[in-house]
């Protein structure tokens, strides 16, 4: 099995990404490929410079790793209540791609992770009514509030025990289902 994990920030100490990270290292025997999104930069989508030079060879290469894996994990960091810039910038021009639906129909866990008490919901909850329009296939979610609190960096894992059973319960469900679309 194929796992594509992507969490929804540019920063070099993504919260997301250490969520993101830990979710991936609950599944046995698969192969594991950690997007960065700094490794597709590109210009900020306009309509103008879309028609002026398509779409950039980033946005194809992002679709590619998507088209390859047989399950998404994906951790969205909250600004402002909202999409990273860096992660709807990428979101924007993937979805320009002619003929594809961004996601793929690709199984998802989507993720999310904040200091405060809401733990990304408001992300969450605009991915979770955004991404099925775009070939989302959402098998569940999760979300892990007061980051700070509920996990342990030096340990790269969840430390609230409660947060922690929630998260492999939601792995097992996942992994379940690839296991189901392999026969």
């Known amino acids: ?76 960091s909250e600004h402002n209540g909202t999409y990273s810039t860096a992660f709807k910038n990428v979101f924007d021009w993937t979805s320009r791609i002619k003929n594809r639906a961004v996601w793929n129909e690709v199984p998802m866990l989507l993720m999310a992770t904040a200091p405060g008490g809401r733990g990304g919901l408001g992300v969450l909850e605009a991915a979770e009514k955004r991404f099925p329009l775009h070939g989302g296939n959402i098998v569940d979610t999760f979300t892990l509030p007061f980051f700070n609190d509920n996990f342990d960096k030096s340990a790269q894992k969840i430390s609230n025990e409660e947060k922690d059973s929630e998260l492999k319960d939601k792995i097992k469900k996942i992994s379940a289902i690839e296991s189901i679309l392999e026969k």
């Open 1 to 76: 099995m194929k796992i594509l994990a992507i969490a929804g920030s540019n920063s070099e100490t993504s919260i997301n990404k250490l969520l993101v990270s830990y979710a991936t290292s609950l599944i046995e025997n698969a192969e594991v490929e950690i997007v960065d999104m700094n490794d597709f930069e590109m210009p900020i989508y306009k309509h103008q410079r879309e028609v002026e030079s398509g779409v950039p060879q980033q946005a194809v290469d992002f679709a590619a790793k998507i088209d390859t894996a047989d399950l998404l994990l994906v951790s969205l």
